[in-house]
């Protein structure tokens, strides 16, 4: 299971922060492992569109289609896995603080926020919403900046892991997954050119209105 193609368990433990020996321990039946260890192995693999199934391991489909409340909390589970691994870069554009907020329920949020908080070492999280939104959901863990009013559109891109995704809140909520390595790079790279070059901090915009006010 462990010997995937260029992936020997050394190079797996070093990815996941164990060591060889409870790894090889663990394939050959020799030991237990913590449920911490599992999750982070499950992790690891599941955000490269591997799945572990009750009849073995799958490989996820190239995109998938969530719905409703339950289907971006599911999405917000998967960010979640994502942020655990070490390095991992996750984005929002084009986020709505209020729908997101809305949509998870207060309960959800202060847990989130609660276990975001406390690996928040691990992972770089970039979120542009629109200029003058500044109900932060995630204000301890993440760095905003905001986009111009005329060039925000209604739909929301969600970038984590290996994956990209596109979610509309307009009647219902619908989510569209693309689980593909090199595209969610690729929507990585676009997002830091906005960030970089369109995007600003939010005091940046209150001096530049404070200048012209003058």
């Not at 368990?9 to 409870?22: C, D, E, F, Q």
């Not at 911490?36 to 799958?58: A, H, M, P, Q, Y």
């Not at 999280?125 to 629109?130: A, D, G, L, M």
């Not at 900046?145 to 596109?166: E, H, M, N, Q, V």
Request: hydrophobic share 35%.
């Amino acid at each position: 299971m462990l010997h995937q193609p260029r992936l020997d368990i050394k190079t797996l433990a070093s990815l996941v922060g164990m060591s060889t020996t409870t790894i090889s321990q663990f394939e050959r039946g020799e030991q237990n492992m913590s449920r911490l260890n599992r999750d982070k192995i499950k992790n690891f693999f599941n955000n490269r569109g591997i799945s572990f199934t009750e009849t073995g391991v799958e490989r996820d489909k190239l995109y998938s289609i969530l719905k409703g409340r339950d289907g971006f909390v599911q999405m917000y589970e998967h960010i979640y896995a994502a942020a655990q691994e070490e390095g991992a870069q996750l984005c929002i554009h084009n986020g709505v603080s209020h729908l997101v907020m809305d949509t998870l329920g207060a309960d959800y949020v202060a847990m989130h926020k609660e276990r975001m908080n406390a690996i928040k070492d691990n992972f770089t999280f970039r979120v542009i919403v629109e200029q003058g939104d500044d109900a932060y959901m995630g204000n301890d863990y993440c760095e905003y900046r905001w986009f111009p009013k005329d060039l925000a559109i209604d739909k929301t891109k969600f970038i984590y892991g290996s994956k990209l995704a596109y979610v509309d809140f307009d009647d219902g909520i619908e989510i569209i997954v693309i689980n593909n390595k090199k595209i969610a790079q690729s929507a990585r790279t676009d997002f830091n050119v906005v960030w970089e070059q369109l995007a600003k901090e939010p005091h940046e915009w209150r001096q530049s209105n404070d200048t012209i006010g003058q």
